[in-house]
T-cell receptor, first 114, second 113 residues
Framework: GDSVTQMEGPVTLSEEAFLTINCTYT??????LFWYVQYPGEGLQLLLK?????DKGSNKGFEATYRKETTSFHLEKGSVQVSDSAVYFCALSEKNTGFQKLVFGTGTRLLVSP | EPEVTQTPSHQVTQMGQEVILRCVPI?????FYWYRQILGQKVEFLVSFYNNEISEKSEIFDDQFSVERPDGSNFTLKIRSTKLEDSAMYFC???????????FGDGTRLSIL
């Protein structure tokens, strides 16, 4: 079945450093791709999405580009803040028989220090 | 901004007991979902629900599980006879349609003793 692989964490960075969290996927069709973020003690929040190849999703300084040729959707941010410390989940939606089931990666914890 | 709300935030239950987890999806959303996350593991799909019936379920969603939309606002997950391995964070989600992203609640942490 479809699957998502994320780099293992934690990723530890200093404030203002550049962030990359790698995500690759395996899918039989053409899924939509998402990044969700989970702040401590909270639920999953949609960070950004891309629905087709070469789409770039962006939000709050984060970006990710849907790369069909490398089956990747890496998350990047040019300058992280302490407030970005959270767990980041890459996910794809399977559109099987018309229903949108999300398949998640294992999550990558980001720790940003001042 | 509208939110998905889940209650309770933490539920502690004795093994073998029934538990009901409650969710209020966003009001104009038509598709509803439950996911769970066992500590340290992936978020896993359990079930999707549309038009008052289950549209898809995973292998995890066995006969011990059921979902219901008892009225126009609530969406519940029932576990009939809880087991230790049901201990997890359970997330409810909803979406307006199949082309819109799912919005998640803050989750209910279920602890089975």
């Amino acid at each position: 079945g479809d699957s998502v692989t994320q780099m293992e964490g934690p990723v530890t960075l200093s404030e203002e450093a550049f962030l990359t969290i790698n995500c690759t996927y395996t899918a039989t069709g053409y899924p939509s791709l998402f990044w969700y973020v989970q702040y401590p003690g909270e639920g999953l929040q949609l960070l950004l999405k891309a629905t087709k190849a070469d789409d770039k999703g962006s939000n709050k300084g984060f970006e990710a580009t849907y790369r069909k040729e490398t089956t990747s959707f890496h998350l990047e941010k040019g300058s992280v803040q302490v407030s970005d410390s959270a767990v980041y989940f890459c996910a794809l939606s399977e559109k099987n028989t018309g229903f949108q089931k999300l398949v998640f990666g294992t999550g990558t914890r980001l720790l940003v220090s001042p | 901004e509208p939110e998905v709300t889940q209650t309770p935030s933490h539920q502690v239950t004795q093994m073998g007991q029934e538990v009901i987890l409650r969710c209020v999806p966003i009001s104009n959303h038509l598709y509803f979902y439950w996911y769970r996350q066992i500590l340290g593991q992936k978020v896993e799909f359990l079930v999707s629900f549309y038009n008052n019936e289950i549209s898809e379920k995973s292998e995890i969603f066995d006969d011990q599980f059921s979902v219901e939309r008892p009225d126009g606002s609530n969406f519940t997950l029932k576990i009939r006879s809880t087991k230790l391995e049901d201990s997890a964070m359970y997330f409810c989600a909803s979406s307006e349609d199949l082309n819109q992203p799912q919005h998640f609640g803050d989750g209910t942490r279920l602890s089975i003793l």
